[in-house]
């Protein structure tokens, strides 16, 4: 088949430890004091846990656990093989599995967030392939403590942008008590990354409108929904105005959704707009500027031109889009299933320019066509 | 029988309209308000319909607006009727603190503390009356700044929180910047039950939305006990030793089992918070008092003391409130009769002469009229 | 008297071992270097106080701030998690009544050796205990 993409830069790829006791590793002693017990126990460590059994019993992709049989990326030589070089990706993002520490206990959340990005630096981010960038997890309970890690572990230089996904305050993402981690946010100059997922646990809020959601199926079709309340959030109170340096990337939400979120916002806002004295542009200009959609899991149509025709509703979102595969979970996009959906005169800026702007590299990107690197 | 001077730490003030109110709002948000007069709440809406139509004492209704909105009448049928030297204001109770708009929410806020410093100390100038501080608390940089723009006024006695703005038990420690703010200002917190039934995040009673007034008064000091544990197990009082905490409006039968409860727990739960160095009831006998309202009524009067000395040393806890003029007030000879007669100079008067931020100015006190002819 | 009660590398470093002695149930613990030996019943209910862990006392200074204190042992009760220090048996949670009776013990040529006292004359069980506690 010919190549007829540019090198992919993969924001979401979703790396995990082979068990927790990887992770408790890198607790400091004090809390693994209080979290484990002797090693000849078998009583469980369960720091995290999973919200809805997945139909399989694993919300991943039957064929991506390793030789070994450990989780589905958790092994790095697996990865390689079936996303890495596969897809040709000249970088990819390392973004936790996925990125939410749903423990209640503030200051426990904080360790294991720490403990969470002292393993990812040191087991992934240390291996010699430069594809590999990761994110940071920013812990949630508390601002502070949020702003305090961007600051720590976002001088490691593969790191490239900072992921707020567990909702630990129980406030839009855009509400003021949150500035904290965008200053350092700023001042690191790292994106904030945003992931589904994170309004569910600790009771804090509600990953959909209207209830819980019982079963994968329900909360999956409307895993958007706190997401892009947080969007909105963003745009209405003004984080922008504060900072504005700061980027915003949201991913795994879809696509279609855009359209219905500038369009209400465009129709409402000037019958409310005295409410926000504060933002001095309109907030679908904010958007566009701003924010960044990864473009997975795209939703299916029944014509493949379809989702094109519904993003040109608003125009001008291939500027907006960035891949992702959001490998190895159970929906990940191929980018070809991708790319046949988009003009091709999208391809660069979706699968390369738009993430090569938005994120922290440490280096520059190469020539837009150059070969893969080698392994 | 009580002839003795009382100190009542709980009358409920109002304004007579929302716009005496909105008069004292800042000129940027009396426009976004005014312009909106016909659909903005300023305050959540009540919930539980009230078997006479009213929360409050029927009595207490009057031509000129809402009940406990006329100084007139407060000073019939409270201030004058009864030899109080001192009664403490406490709005409404406070729900202007937690309507959606976290910034307007504020400014009503400050709106209200102006209104009350304005209308009930200024201008009646009646020298037994003090008011508390409504503290912002959706925003807590909010209400550090209202404590640090009022809280040396003499005539304030406590930062009053009612409102639960991030949904969180109020020992968290994202509201701790306003504990230091009033610790600093020599204030008690004073927190009146209520707060978690508008809609913020947090929940009212454990399990569920109560349908009826007799369902949610059933179990109603739930939340507000859940607050004081908070303080406890957040290590508040070791972080703020001088800090005084009042709750207000939750009864008392149901201290020794709070005190019993966290005390045979905490052997095996002070490893999982060992900044709780004391034993949690040493703590609550320190830090914390307790209005006496609204006192339960037990079969045999004698039930009730029995009860509160099993605890041990409640006379020094309990400050009287009359909660003046809500439907379930307590009549101040009622209480005098069901506490024993010894702890009654304690539970009127010296208790919370220990207790709240009295101005030392003693001009102030010599202008107190002389009592009313004793109950 | 003190009895030998085995070599101190047949202890786990840290763990309690349940030994019988005179009669009694004594949970053995060996940890940097000391021995301690503390009565195998539990002061809240009777439980089995020395079957459980031991662990480095934790303590706290400031809400969310945790320290080890690696200089205190406690013994951990597998029932209700009730903690007691390991040297001195009293609860470790602060001025409490509750506390275990310790017996002198050390290491002496790589050996255990703890004194339980004379011999009881007849078992000192949990359950003896339990009925006639007051």
Not at chain 2, 21 to 28: G, S
Request: charged share 20%; aromatic share 10%.
């Amino acid at each position: 088949m010919p190549r007829k993409l540019p090198p992919i830069i993969d924001l979401d790829v979703h790396h995990t430890w082979k068990s927790e006791a990887d992770l408790i590793r890198y607790l400091p002693r004090k809390w693994r004091e209080l979290v484990e017990l002797p090693p000849d126990t078998k009583l469980p460590v369960d720091a995290i846990g999973v919200l809805y059994a997945h139909a399989r019993g694993v919300n991943k992709r039957m064929d991506a656990f390793s030789e070994e049989g450990h989780r589905p990326g958790s092994d790095y030589e697996t990865m390689r093989t079936q996303l890495l070089d596969k897809l040709e990706v000249e970088r990819a993002v390392l973004t936790f599995d996925v990125g939410q520490i749903g423990v209640a206990n503030p200051y426990l959340q904080t360790a294991l967030a720490r403990a969470a990005n002292d393993w990812s630096i040191d087991e992934w981010l240390s291996i010699p392939d430069e594809r590999l960038y990761g994110a940071l997890i920013v812990p949630s309970h508390s601002p502070e403590e949020g702003a305090a890690e961007i600051r720590r572990a976002g001088q490691n230089d593969r790191i490239v942008e900072a992921l707020l996904v567990t909702n630990g305050v129980g406030r839009p993402f855009g509400h003021p008590i949150w500035d904290p981690v965008y200053e350092a946010a700023v001042e690191m100059d790292l994106p904030i990354a945003m992931h589904p997922g994170g309004d569910q646990w600790v009771h804090t809020t509600q990953a959909a409108a209207g209830g819980i959601p019982m079963s994968r199926f329900e909360f999956h079709t409307l895993s958007p929904q706190a997401n892009v309340f947080h969007i909105a959030s963003y745009l209405l109170y003004g984080v922008f105005e504060r900072f504005p340096q700061l980027k915003l990337v949201v991913v795994e939400n879809g696509v279609t959704w855009i359209p219905h979120l500038l369009l209400r916002l465009e129709s409402q806002f000037d019958a409310h707009r005295r409410e926000f004295p504060w933002l001095r542009r309109r907030p679908t200009e904010v958007f566009r500027e701003h924010v960044r959609i990864a473009t997975h899991p795209l939703e299916l149509t029944p014509k493949p031109d379809a989702i094109f025709e519904c993003l040109e509703a608003v125009g001008g979102l291939e500027d907006v889009l960035v891949f992702a595969s959001d490998y190895p979970h159970w929906d990940t996009d191929d980018p070809f299933f991708v790319a046949q959906r988009f003009p091709e005169s999208w391809w660069p800026k979706i699968f390369r320019d738009n993430a090569a702007a938005a994120c922290r590299w440490p280096t520059p990107l190469g020539p837009r066509h150059a070969a893969r690197v080698a392994a | 029988m009580y002839d003795g001077p009382i100190i009542d730490i709980d009358v409920h003030h109002r304004w007579t309209s929302e716009q005496e109110l909105i008069d004292y709002l800042e000129p940027d948000w009396r426009e976004v308000v005014e312009r909106q007069r016909s659909s903005v709440h300023l305050e959540p809406p009540a919930l539980f319909h009230h078997t006479r139509g009213s929360n409050k004492r029927v009595d207490a209704h009057y031509d000129g607006g809402p009940p406990g909105s006329s100084y007139e009448l407060n000073c019939e049928q409270w201030l004058d009727a009864y030899p109080v030297e001192r009664a403490v204001l406490t709005y409404d109770i406070g729900g202007v603190s937690v309507i959606p708009n976290p910034f307007l929410a504020s400014a009503l806020c400050r709106a209200a503390n102006d209104w009350s410093l304005d209308r009930w100390i200024a201008q009646p100038n009646d020298p037994r009356l003090y008011s508390s501080l409504l503290v912002p608390t959706q925003i807590p940089a909010d209400g550090v700044r209202e404590i640090e723009r009022l809280g040396a006024h003499p005539r304030i006695v406590e930062a009053l929180v009612v409102g639960n703005g991030l949904g969180k038990p109020f020992g968290h420690p994202l509201y701790h910047p306003i504990y230091a703010a009033a610790a600093e200002h020599g204030l008690p917190i004073a927190i009146h039950n209520g707060g978690d039934l508008w809609n913020t995040g947090s929940q009212y009673l454990g399990g569920g939305m109560p349908g009826t007034r007799f369902e949610f008064h059933s179990a109603a000091p739930q939340s507000t006990i859940h607050h004081l544990a908070s303080f406890i197990t957040h290590g508040v009082f070791e972080k703020f030793p001088t800090l005084k905490l009042v709750i207000v409006e939750i009864g008392v039968a149901w201290v020794p089992w709070f005190l019993w409860k966290l005390d045979s727990q905490y052997a095996t739960l002070r490893r999982e918070s060992p900044w709780v160095k004391r034993l949690p009831s040493e703590y609550f006998y320190e830090h914390v008092r307790l209005s006496s309202q609204p006192l339960e009524v037990s079969p045999d009067k004698n039930q009730l003391i029995e009860l509160l000395e099993s605890a041990g040393g409640l006379e020094n806890i309990l400050l009287f409130a009359s909660d003046y003029p809500h439907w379930d007030t307590d009549d101040p000879s009622y209480v005098a009769r069901q506490l024993p007669r010894s702890w009654l100079p304690k539970v009127f008067y010296q208790n919370a002469l220990e207790t709240l931020r009295w101005p030392s100015d003693a001009a102030l006190l010599d202008r107190v009229p002389a009592a009313a002819a004793a109950v | 008297m003190f009895v030998d009660v085995g070599a101190a590398e047949e202890f786990a470093e840290g763990r309690p071992r349940v030994i019988q002695l005179a009669g009694r149930e004594i949970g053995v613990t060996l940890w940097q270097g000391e021995v301690f030996a503390l009565r195998n019943i539990c002061p809240h209910q009777y439980g089995p106080v020395c079957g459980g862990y031991a662990m480095p006392m934790l303590l706290g200074d400031a809400d969310g701030v945790l320290e080890v204190d690696d200089d205190r042992l406690v013994i951990v009760c597998p029932w209700h998690g009730w903690e007691f220090d390991a040297r001195t048996g009293r609860a470790a949670w602060g001025p409490s009544a509750y506390r275990l009776k310790t017996f002198p013990a050390r290491i002496e040529d790589g050996r255990v050796l703890v004194d339980a006292g004379p011999a009881q004359p007849a078992a000192k069980t949990a359950e003896a205990v339990a009925g006639t506690a007051d």
